[in-house]
């Protein structure tokens, strides 16, 4: 999990922020709820009043505003007229600029208990409003609606807390094609009720408002732990007044909330945990705030006040916040072209992947995948479950097919079982069923990690624990008598996984999950000391997981989960005797949505093949997907192109 946010050293404490406009601290007592000076800033009436029942405004550009009334509808308005848009009872407005004169617009049509989305286009001097699609919760009442434009993924969607303490969310625009979509991706647990969110974009982050408690911060990216924490806290838990009402985050990343109770409003900024606050003077009972920045110094709020039901607004001194500068690997975008059946309950289950070729008829090969909490499961190359062998808590899995092997398909399965710490060992038969053959004894605690080397000394199988031992075994006898023969034992700094062998140059590659690579030689007399080839950095974030080979023509890659931003790496590697990594490109599996495939994130184990497969013909990468959305279901695998792949490498 990746998600960081800071958390204000005031949330929890009395200690009270230096606000933009100046201000005073309170004591250290964390109970105290001592009246604090805030700058008063006069506000005055803003857009039309008769009858506005208003809820939430935001800023269009040009001083243009666009409002939600309950009983007028949705309306544009500036210092000096305004105009009906679209009739009708709506409250809470999001808004993403698509172009400069094109937006999208989320708000809740309270006649309907549901959420409308629109596209607003300016023509000339005039605005367009088009109906895109709605999103109706099931049997649940909408609390607040807003919308996420992911520049990584090149898709907007809304999030919809409602009245079930749930927060759901639907991709409802495709950026790389112009289309509108409703496509539900995922639904999570929030606050009890809502009373208004916002995003960030650049951070991805998600805030929700919740009236009595305060604000929260939760992980925008569906490919992530939604990962809730507290921002800014009410009385006596932090400093906020009550109620908090709707939210909106400015163009710079700063989020706007208001309290009704004092008729206060905050800014806070998450790259300096700062929260600046200001009392309005007069008798106001402020219901939302919006922002615009009229230059880099001072701001436009145009606020609803709850009393009345009309828009007011306000001009505040507030300091445009810079975004932190940061020096990102190149990414690449690539989609998957299927997806295994998910297994067969939520939590951490999935975890490894392999292939097993069928080298008489390629379209029968088996894509074979690890649940760590029933067995080793068994996919066609479409990605459906045929079998499923409930052995125990298999972890990690890998194949090897040689001629040497005496069996039916030459070829042995082996998985590393952690409900006996031994090596569960698999073959296949002439009608492409995978059978168990027999448990080889370790003498590892808690065995872990695994991955095969074959070579004309036999076949080996590489096993670890969480201490950083590896041991290998030689697969002995044939099927009906197998045993395995430790043969080798060596060490890393800390706990490994992920690893593989080139059975052709005798090398075996091993991931130090919080440190990097190492490699080894593979042969059980290559000795004992492992050389560290790649540290964790910007391009390789902890944790290292999974890992595999692929074979080109004229290269060799090494594809390397990248967990800890949710991506992979690729490295070629040298034709040396100790070989070398190069840094070859990096990439995430975005949304394939013409397909309805979500991304993988988390990413724990992974593998690659460079056979020619049906529908593949320079093979597959095939990854776990911690989080499997698009809709939310367990764990799954997914099933890339090496051709999408391909499109990384620099």
């Not at 007592?29 to 009858?51: C, H, M, R, S, Y």
């Not at 890998?398 to 952690?418: G, K, L, P």
Request: contains cysteine.
């Amino acid at each position: 999990m990746n998600f960081k946010l800071n958390t204000i050293s005031a949330v929890l404490s009395s200690a009270v922020l230096v606000t933009a406009l100046g201000g005073c601290t309170s004591n250290d007592d964390t109970q105290n709820t001592t009246e604090i000076a805030k700058p008063a800033v006069e506000a005055k009436l803003f857009g039309p009043q008769q009858n506005m029942q208003g809820s939430q405004a935001a800023a269009l550009g040009n001083n243009q505003w666009l409002m939600a009334s309950e009983s007028q509808g949705l309306l544009l308005a500036d210092n000096e007229k305004s105009s009906v848009l679209l009739a009708g009872n709506f409250e809470s407005i999001s808004l993403k600029q698509l172009s400069a004169q094109q937006f999208l617009l989320a708000s809740l049509d309270k006649s309907q208990d549901n959420v409308a989305i629109f596209k607003l286009i300016k023509s000339g001097q005039t605005w367009q409003l088009n109906e895109l699609t709605r999103i109706s919760p099931p049997q649940a009442q909408p609390d607040a609606v807003c919308l996420f434009k992911n520049n990584n993924t090149e898709t907007v969607s809304a999030f919809v807390p409602d009245v079930r303490g749930l927060i759901s969310e639907t991709i409802i625009y495709d950026l790389a094609t112009n289309q509108a979509k409703n496509i539900a991706v995922r639904e999570f647990s929030a606050v009890t009720e809502a009373s208004g969110c916002a995003v960030n974009d650049d951070s991805k982050t998600l805030y929700v408002g919740e009236a009595e408690l305060g604000v929260w911060a939760i992980n925008a990216d569906a490919e992530s732990d939604a990962n809730k924490q507290p921002v800014a806290l009410v009385q006596p838990y932090g400093e906020l007044k009550t109620e908090i009402g709707a939210l909106s985050v400015s163009q710079d990343g700063t989020l706007w909330l208001s309290a009704t109770d004092d008729s206060t409003v905050y800014a806070y900024n998450e790259n300096t945990d700062k929260l600046s606050q200001w009392s309005l003077s007069g008798d106001h009972t402020i219901e939302s705030v919006a922002a615009r920045f009229i230059n880099d110094n001072q701001v436009q709020l145009v606020l609803i006040d709850d009393e009345t039901g009309a828009y007011i607004q306000a001009n505040v001194n507030y300091t445009a916040q810079k975004t932190a500068s940061q020096n990102q690997t190149t990414m690449t975008h690539v989609h998957a072209n299927a997806q295994t059946t998910p297994v067969a309950a939520f939590g951490d289950a999935a975890d490894d992947p392999a292939i097993w070729i069928n080298e008489q008829d390629a379209k029968n090969s088996l894509i074979l995948g690890t649940d760590k909490r029933r067995g080793l499961m068994v996919y066609d190359l479409n990605g459906n479950k045929v079998q499923s062998l409930n052995v125990g808590r298999v972890n990690n899995v890998d194949v090897r097919q040689h001629q040497s092997i005496n069996n039916e398909t030459h070829t042995w399965i082996t998985a590393s079982n952690r409900t006996l710490n031994s090596i569960s060992v698999f073959t296949v038969d002439g009608d492409n069923k995978v059978n168990h053959v027999t448990e080889v004894a370790t003498n590892l605690p808690e065995i872990y990690g695994m991955c095969m080397y074959s070579s004309e000394s036999g076949q080996y199988v590489f096993v670890n624990d969480k201490s950083g031992l590896f041991q290998q075994y030689k697969l002995i006898g044939e099927q009906n008598n197998l045993s395995g023969e430790l043969v080798r034992e060596f060490t890393l700094p800390s706990q490994p996984e992920g690893c593989s062998a080139d059975d052709k140059l005798g090398q075996l590659f091993a991931g130090e999950e919080d440190a990097g690579i190492w490699y080894i030689g593979a042969e059980p007399n290559a000795g004992d000391k492992a050389v560290k080839l790649q540290s964790v950095n910007e391009q390789l974030v902890a944790d290292v997981e999974g890992m595999e080979i692929y074979h080109g023509d004229d290269e060799r890659y090494l594809v390397v989960s990248s967990q800890g931003d949710n991506s992979y790496v690729l490295y070629e590697i040298s034709d040396d005797t100790q070989p070398s990594l190069s840094f070859a490109g990096k990439f995430k599996v975005i949304a394939n949505l013409d397909k309805g495939i979500d991304g993988a994130g988390e990413t724990d184990g992974l593998t690659v093949t460079s056979a020619v497969l049906p529908g593949y013909p320079e093979g597959m990468l095939i990854v776990q997907d911690g989080y499997n959305r698009m809709p939310l279901q367990p764990q799954n695998f997914k099933i890339i192109d090496w051709r999408e792949v391909k499109k990384a490498i620099k």
